[in-house]
């Protein structure tokens, strides 16, 4: 039996966990699929001497801290600087990738318009770093927004009407408004938001957030991140097994 799974920290929700067992029952296939729910990174240790661990997916808080643990990285995941997949090669490698940005990018673009030229990154975690290659790769222009901003991001304070207007992309790459904090969201001015307006929303429980519902409110587009994930989970069983 094949074991694959999820490494992150209080994950008990896991969207892969179902993912994989639903589609390793549909399929047919002699694998399992399980959370590796660990504390701290250090306890990687002891999965990563299994014989039978084949690949992993990895969420919040890893995807940074789990590269010293790797041995080569995919070019694409060693520019982002985060990984979301890793192989278990043959030999006894570990192999990092990053299928976050083609996810992301796939699903984003059917919602793009001609007036999307600029967009906002609300957070810098690990998600963040794909999404920014993801739109240097589609050539929108981007500014973090950090709630502890350095030279290069802005605070939240320092959104205004003019940035509003002038950045039409904005993606919600924080925690604020999962389950079941489902009331927080993003302290963004939403009353300049208008019909040209995308906002996507990494989030993907609840299936509606409050930033996408304020949004929705002043006729913006709005996404969750539940497509984002399939595609990023099929492209991480593509690389698995190529």
């Known amino acids: 039996m094949n074991i694959y799974g999820l490494l992150g920290r209080d994950i008990g929700y896991s969207f892969s966990r179902n993912y994989f067992s639903n589609k390793f029952n549909t399929e047919s296939l002699k694998c399992q699929y399980q959370n590796f729910d660990l504390q701290t990174i250090e306890e990687l240790k002891n999965i990563i001497q299994r014989t039978d661990v084949k690949g992993m997916n990895v969420t919040i808080p890893y995807k940074e801290e789990v590269i010293p643990y790797l041995d080569t990285l995919d070019p694409i995941a060693k520019e982002i600087g985060a990984v979301n997949v890793i192989k278990f090669e043959s030999n006894g490698k570990l192999t990092g990738y990053n299928s976050d940005y083609y996810g992301f990018t796939e699903s984003l673009k059917p919602l793009l318009n001609?007036?999307?030229?600029?967009?906002?990154?609300?957070?810098?975690?690990?998600?963040?770093?794909?999404?920014?290659?993801?739109?240097?790769?589609?050539?929108?222009?981007?500014?973090?927004?950090?709630?502890?901003?350095?030279?290069?991001?802005?605070?939240y304070n320092d959104l205004d009407e003019d940035i509003i207007k002038d950045f039409k992309l904005i993606i919600n790459c924080t925690p604020l408004g999962t389950h079941p904090n489902t009331e927080?969201?993003?302290?963004?001015?939403?009353?300049?938001?208008?019909?040209?307006?995308?906002?996507?929303?990494?989030?993907?429980?609840?299936?509606?957030?409050i930033f996408m519902q304020k949004g929705k409110q002043k006729g913006a587009k709005t996404s969750n991140g539940l497509n984002m994930l399939i595609l990023q989970a099929e492209k991480s069983w593509e690389i698995w097994n190529q």
């Open 114 to 155: 001609t007036t999307i030229k600029k967009a906002l990154i609300l957070g810098t975690g690990g998600a963040s770093k794909a999404i920014a290659y993801a739109l240097d790769k589609l050539n929108i222009e981007y500014i973090f927004v950090s709630r502890n901003p350095d030279f290069r991001e802005l605070s």
């Open 184 to 209: 927080n969201h993003p302290d963004i001015p939403y009353e300049y938001l208008g019909k040209n307006h995308v906002l996507y929303d990494l989030i993907y429980n609840p299936e509606e957030t």
